[in-house]
């Protein structure tokens, strides 16, 4: 981290402390139903198949496993 970020840091930090714990994630895949849980698979598998090499790389995967992953049916984990 530069300078700026550290002081952005410390002065933000208890407000993005605030609003990390008032954050409530409403459609995580523990609190989906079946079919929602599909429907999740189903979306983020195809937006991996949409991602470049550069962006798979910042997500720390190789496009062969990306592929594997999203052409996965979505009723399988």
């Known amino acids: 981290m530069n300078g700026l970020s550290d002081v952005r840091l410390t002065l933000?930090?208890?407000?993005?402390?605030?609003?990390?714990?008032?954050f409530q994630v409403a459609s995580s895949p523990?609190?989906?139903?079946?079919w929602g849980l599909f429907f999740h698979r189903s979306r983020t598998r195809r937006a991996l198949l949409r991602l470049d090499a550069q962006q798979l790389l910042d997500v720390g995967l190789?496009?062969?496993?990306?592929?594997?992953?999203?052409?996965?049916?979505?009723?399988?984990?």
């Open 62 to 77: 190789s496009p062969e496993l990306a592929r594997r992953e999203g052409c996965k049916p979505f009723w399988r984990s």
């Open 12 to 22: 933000h930090g208890p407000q993005l402390q605030a609003e990390h714990e008032s």
């Open 30 to 34: 523990a609190a989906l139903s079946r």
